[in-house]
């Protein structure tokens, strides 16, 4: 089953699409690769949500990926006496770590490492911000606030607290058992939330120990700073639009949007553009136009992929909402803008073969008008190099491990198909135009460009380019 587009839509699972019939419909919609959030859900619900995607991915004889998500530490306020307040702007409000309910001058604030980072001038964000503190005096135990911005105030609402460095690690001990789960049952990506600084990732990549691609989610200004070096760490980026909007300006988003997108690009690693793409799906069957837009957005900067939440996972219209994200990167992908966009900006390549090979594979496609670019992989690597060039040609990539497959489902442009590794060149050019053929590429007569590296099952090392002609 060929997309007929390069950018990838990754689903999220949920109440909404738990039934195998409805996961087989978002697949055959559109869906390259399945969230399941962790967030939510108990183990055995994932595990069943997992099973209905290889069956989908038996159905329509395709590799699908699954990203599995993981919560992260969860900053929440404590309780009031009444389970809501009114605070004002202008009064006067405390944090701190007595556990008795609060009232309309005080709340419990279950969270030491807080209080230990806080200084006098920083701000608290409650409620995904709609409650705007800020700090007057602080100490090891409380924090004197005045309210910047009022409102209601209930039981147990998300703290966030922007332009800090928490002393708190990425990953929870929940978030080590939902990991273990997620390895256990063969996932192919790990999302990790809460990044701040590259020790997380590396942390996370040890647990993960190559069992699958690891992904940073891109929600905490401290992780803008140290941006390029979370990227070295990374198999993967999300720009998780959510907290990065709640703890930066909203203006300031779609620049780092655009920078962190461009950032992956350059390292040659898939970015997913993610929250709220198309949020009114969730009770209506349409999107709006800004919506669009927005997806459009991210196709025309070049992401690797755009992202559902709760439109696929709790949503009235679960499978319209891909369908139509499917829709709207067609529609960018046929404009013609569309490629001076794209190629507005060219990843550098570094001085190695295996970047000199797949630059020139691009350009000998090009100028043969051939019908694909075929590369022949084992690690992935030679296809995310060739997806790293956004070259007009087609990729298809021959892979020789379902894990890659599934791993490159969601790389851009690259249509991956699960084949048996080749014992020679003659063996692997016969495939190029064998698989070329089945999968609605090339017809007889017309040429691909195929790129692979010797000895066969190298990772990485791709020192091969050959011209084949379909037959």
């Known amino acids: 089953m060929r997309r007929g587009r390069n950018a990838k839509i990754v689903a999220t699972l949920g109440p909404a699409s738990s039934s195998e019939a409805t996961v087989a419909a978002l697949a055959e919609a559109g869906a390259d690769v399945f969230r399941l959030n962790f967030s939510h859900g108990s183990h055995d619900e994932h595990a069943e949500r997992l099973e209905h995607v290889r069956a989908a991915e038996r159905r329509i004889g395709r590799p699908i990926g699954v990203l599995v998500d993981l919560q992260g530490p969860k900053l929440r306020i404590g309780r009031f006496d009444k389970g809501r307040v009114g605070l004002t702007r202008g009064e006067r409000f405390r ?39 800020e700090v007057e005096d602080c100490g090891p135990d409380f924090a004197e606030t005045v309210i910047t911005a009022g409102g209601g105030l209930s039981d147990r609402k998300g703290v966030n607290v922007p332009n800090v460095v928490l002393p708190i690690a990425a990953m929870t001990e929940k978030d080590r058992r939902d990991l273990q789960f997620g390895l256990d049952l063969g996932i192919d990506w790990v999302a990790l939330s809460f990044v701040q600084r590259e020790e997380d990732m590396a942390e996370a990549r040890r647990l993960v120990a190559g069992r699958a691609a690891l992904m940073a989610k891109i929600e905490k200004p401290s ?21 990065l909007g709640v703890e930066m300006p909203p203006e300031v988003v779609p620049g780092l949007q655009k920078r962190i997108i461009r950032a992956a690009r350059d390292a040659g690693k898939p970015v997913i553009v993610a929250t709220q793409m198309l949020e009114s799906m969730i009770t209506n069957p349409a999107p709006t136009r800004a919506e669009a837009s927005d997806v459009a957005t991210a196709v025309y900067d070049g992401a690797d ?40 900006f ?15 594979a691009n350009i000998v496609a090009q100028t043969m008008e051939a019908a694909a670019i075929v590369t022949y992989t084992t690690s992935g690597a030679t296809a995310l190099r060739a997806s790293r060039e956004r070259p007009v040609t087609p990729i298809l990539g021959l892979i020789t491990r379902m894990v890659t497959a599934r791993k490159l489902a969601l790389a851009w442009g690259v249509h991956a198909v699960h084949c048996d590794d080749a014992t020679d060149l003659d063996q692997m050019v016969q495939r190029a135009r064998k698989y070329a053929k089945e999968e609605g590429f090339a017809q007889p007569g017309e040429s691909v460009v195929v790129t692979a590296g ?11 380019l050959r011209v084949a002609w379909v037959t």
């Open 454 to 464: 010797l000895p066969f099952g190298t990772p990485g090392a791709t020192n091969i």
């Open 305 to 344: 992929a755009v992202m559902l939440s709760a439109e696929s996972a709790a949503g009235e219209y679960p499978i319209e909402s891909v369908a139509i994200m499917d829709r709207i990167i067609k529609q960018v992908e046929a404009d013609e803008l569309y490629r001076s966009y794209i190629e507005a």
């Open 346 to 360: 060219q990843a550098e390549a570094e001085r190695t073969s295996a970047d000199a090979i797949t630059y020139a």
């Open 223 to 243: 992780a803008i700073d140290r941006l390029g070096p979370i990227i070295d760490l990374a198999d993967g980026i999300m720009v998780a639009r959510g907290d």
């Open 95 to 133: 944090v701190d770590l007595d556990p008795a309910p609060g009232d309309q001058k005080r709340v419990h604030l279950p969270h030491p490492e807080i209080f230990e980072a806080l200084r006098p001038g920083a701000e608290l964000l409650l409620d995904d911000g709609k409650i705007r503190l």
